[in-house]
């Protein structure tokens, strides 16, 4: 059988993207190497722009019901330890509120309404080899052999890919022949590690906590409440970490708190901690190819400032669905005939990426974010115009809007 549509990943970006293109009646796989319900290291925020795209695929109501904590803006810490609280501000068209949802039922809920709309799972494929084509039917192999052709493939499997793939030029090839992850410059990537704590004190409701902690370079760290004594607890580095560095960091900071008397004093980790690797920049130019659109973590799209990537997979997965549909019926699938995607990604959030790689080198410099802060925490609009760029309610250029930096540098007394 010849699918229309074949989606590598069955992440947000992945699943979103065959519900959407089931929902209008293509033949949609979705492939995965897991098994769902499966875990994933993640900070487990779901932004409020993510709402929206989850409301058009008609979960939204599941969310609202489910019983998960609801974010209404952030408590900040410095690097030396001034704390402050930010609530989120009104902006048109958005909730003024986000949620904190475990990936490990996140995921599972869009890949059972993928399936629910038509869209076929095949679990435990790990594909090895991809051979996109615009002439005839697309190959995706798997590591035992199986094999899965679809006239249009959306690649959606994770930054740290190991498919073997011909994407018209996207890859070279030396990376082909071994099978290496798609790895760009250094700078565009990150580490983070998590874990989940019962018995954390002091949690208050509404509010996640991030922390800039002073013992590593543009690293911070979060307490982001799931329940009334339950959080999702990590630490992220956004230049040049690695996950076993970051593992020694978590620690470092799970006992400063306990040494403190904090929020960890007498929790209990409850799992594994687990990390990886995050892309933090579009691939530019390298989103699309003769029968190929690459989506979310696999295209970079993940928020160059605060690590988070799920608005970014769950709008890009339904972009390539429209795409796709698109692209699909018109009986041409292109490099030319999907640069629509291209040029439609980089304007709905591309510029804010961009914007956000720009900045992040700045969140090394420890003085200026206690400065910062400390100038923030005691003017209502500004700690206000934070947390809606925090919570992707406002874009990443309003930190570099005139008003804001003048609040900030040039306070009025």
Not at 96 to 118: C, F, I, S, T, W
Not at 336 to 353: K, S
Request: charge should be positive; glycine fraction near 12%; hydrophobic fraction near 40%.
């Amino acid at each position: 059988m010849i699918f229309d549509l074949a989606v590598a990943g069955a992440g947000p970006a992945g699943s979103c993207t065959a519900a959407f293109a089931a929902r209008e009646g293509l033949r949609v796989v979705l492939l995965d190497r897991c098994r769902f319900p499966r875990d994933k290291a993640c900070g487990d925020g779901v932004t409020s722009p993510a709402l929206n795209v989850l409301e058009r695929l008609g979960l939204l109501e599941i969310i609202e019901s489910g019983g998960f904590h609801q974010g209404h803006g952030f408590i900040l810490t410095s690097p030396r330890g001034e704390s402050f609280r930010c609530d989120s501000p009104v902006v048109d068209g958005l909730r003024p509120y986000g949620y904190n949802v475990p990936r490990k039922v996140l995921d599972h809920m869009l890949v059972q309404r993928a399936q629910e709309l038509g869209a076929r799972l095949m679990e435990g494929f790990r594909a090895v080899e991809m051979i996109p084509s615009a002439g005839q039917a697309g190959l995706i192999r798997s590591a035992d052999g199986r094999e899965v052709r679809a006239r249009l493939i959306v690649r959606a499997d994770g930054g740290l890919s190991m498919i073997r793939s011909d994407e018209g030029g996207c890859l070279s090839r030396r990376a082909e022949r071994n099978s290496v992850p798609m790895m760009r410059h250094e700078r565009n990537w990150c580490a983070a590690v998590r874990a989940y704590f019962d018995g954390v004190e002091g949690l208050r409701p509404g509010y996640p906590e991030i922390t800039f902690f002073p013992f590593s370079a543009a690293g911070y760290a979060w307490i982001f409440p799931l329940g009334p004594e339950r959080a999702n607890v990590g630490i992220g580095s956004l230049l040049h970490a690695s996950v076993p560095g970051m593992r020694s960091l978590f620690k470092r900071f799970v006992e400063s708190h306990m040494c403190s008397g904090g929020r960890l004093r007498r929790a209990r980790q409850d799992g594994s901690l687990r990390g990886g690797l995050l892309p933090m920049g579009p691939r530019f130019g390298g989103t699309v190819a003769d029968g190929l659109i690459v989506a979310g973590d696999a295209a970079g799209f993940v928020d160059p400032l605060t690590g988070e990537g799920i608005y970014y997979a769950l709008r890009s997965g339904e972009m390539a669905a429209a795409q796709s549909l698109e692209a699909l019926r018109s009986r041409d699938v292109s490099r030319a005939a999907l640069w629509g995607y291209e040029a439609g990604w980089r304007r709905d959030f591309g510029w804010n990426l961009r914007t956000g790689l720009r900045l992040r080198p700045w969140l090394a410099r420890k003085p200026l974010i206690d400065l910062a802060f400390s100038r923030i925490a005691r003017d209502k609009r500004s700690s206000d115009i934070l947390a809606g760029i925090i919570g992707n309610l406002y874009p990443k250029s309003k930190f570099l809007s005139p008003r804001f930096m003048g609040r900030i540098f040039f306070p009025r007394h």
